[in-house]
């Protein structure tokens, strides 16, 4: 006999409203990174923040990552761009606003050097800025 937390009906249900986060999806097009490129955008130490709002019905959040040969080669490109998905992971869900493309730009000597914590902070204080207008 199946006991019922394991139930069929229950198996594979969605987590309830209450744990649910934003959705993010990684921008794959090099149209998005171009109008996220005409958009708000916010430096930091550690990289530079663009951010468009793309009035439309779809709450999702977008958001893509990268890093020019500025920052070294593909190796140190990667590491940068890894470091920059990590931070975003940490920090998005809790302060994106849905209905926006962001993009993450690593900056050359600092991205892959600069402490993770210093990392999120960056990340936290260039949304509150590009945010702090009202919306967009």
Do not use: W
Request: charged share 30%.
């Amino acid at each position: 006999m199946i006991p019922p937390e394991d139930s069929l009906e229950t198996r594979g249900a969605p987590p309830p409203a209450a744990f649910s986060c934003p959705t993010i999806v990684t921008l794959r097009h090099r149209a998005d990174f171009l109008r996220a490129a005409r958009a708000l955008r916010r430096g930091t130490t550690g990289m530079l923040v663009q951010a468009r709002n793309r009035d439309d019905d779809d709450p999702t959040i977008r958001v893509g990552y990268t890093c020019s040969k500025k920052i070294g080669n593909a190796v140190a490109r990667n590491r940068a761009k890894r470091r920059l998905r990590a931070v975003a992971d940490d920090v998005l869900p809790d302060h994106a606003k849905p209905g926006f493309d962001y993009v993450l730009v690593g900056r050359p000597g600092v991205t892959i050097d600069r402490p993770f914590a210093a990392l999120q902070d960056d990340l936290r204080y260039a949304l509150r800025k590009l945010h702090a207008g009202g919306p967009k």
